[in-house]
């Protein structure tokens, strides 16, 4: 089965940059997107499309893909960015959709 | 903008069945593909499976550990997608999600972008 592979968490300072990484063979031909998921919230999405980012979600979010890997990067790492953040994308054939196991952002 | 809100959520035993609800909205004149997530509890997000939209072809797909067992419906005329849950396991204890799947090649840059609901809770218990 298809699966999407994420680092398991990344801890910054704030005001740094943090970049968490998705890594899936079927990148190349298929989107990803990335949420932001709070303790006790409904995950929120904060790039689709690769790197369109959605009204309201702050511009220090970014996304790029390039390969088998897309990348969602916080420049600026602010506190309120902890948090939980998953990728997104579909098999080769857009048939079964695929999250990474998620990437815990520490921001201290 | 698009609004889903989940219902039907609730404690049911093993081996039981359970259909959850989500009313949607927002979609304007086109209709959206629709899709469902789970997390259990402590764990990541799981793809359950989606349906397309009719014009698409209604076709259905799903998750492994769920395939056979669980079944995704919409009802176009009143925007309301079902999630019919068969032979319940431990292990399909979570909050269960409905969201709009995006379609890749669609025009209309509001069903290309994701939304989600706020989740309904279902517990599965021997």
């Known amino acids: 089965s298809y699966e999407l592979t994420q680092p398991p968490s990344v801890s910054v300072s704030p005001g740094q940059t943090a970049r968490i990484t998705c890594s899936g063979d079927?990148?190349?031909?298929?989107?990803a997107y990335w949420y932001q998921q709070k303790s006790g919230q409904a995950p929120v999405l904060v790039i689709y499309e690769d790197k369109k980012r959605p009204s309201g979600i702050p511009d220090r979010f970014s996304g790029s893909s390039s390969g088998t890997m897309a990348t969602l990067t916080i420049t600026g790492a602010q506190v309120e960015d902890e948090g939980d953040y998953y990728c997104?994308?579909?098999?080769?054939?857009?048939?079964?959709?695929?999250f990474g196991a998620g990437t815990q952002v520490t921001v201290l | 903008e698009m609004y889903m809100e989940e219902s039907g959520g609730g404690l049911v035993q093993t081996g039981g069945s359970l259909t959850l609800s989500c009313a949607f909205s927002?979609?304007?004149?086109?209709?959206?593909?629709m899709s469902w997530v789970r997390q259990a509890p402590g764990k990541g997000l799981e793809w359950v499976g989606r349906?397309?939209?009719?014009?698409?072809?209604?076709?259905?797909d799903y998750a492994a550990p769920v395939k056979g067992r669980f079944t995704i419906s919409r009802d176009d005329s009143s925007d309301i997608l079902f999630l019919q849950m068969n032979s319940l396991k431990t292990e399909d204890t979570g909050m269960y999600y409905c969201?709009?799947?995006?379609?890749?090649?669609?025009?209309?840059?509001?069903?290309?972008?994701?939304?989600w609901g706020q989740g309904t809770l279902v517990t599965v218990s021997s």
């Open positions: 997104y994308s579909t098999d080769s054939g857009g048939d079964l959709g695929v």
């Open positions: 349906i397309k939209r009719k014009s698409d072809g209604g076709t259905t």
């Open positions: 927002g979609h304007n004149f086109k209709k959206p593909w």
């Open positions: 079927a990148l190349p031909k298929q989107y």
């Open positions: 969201a709009t799947d995006p379609i890749p090649t669609e025009e209309w840059e509001s069903l290309r972008r994701p939304s």
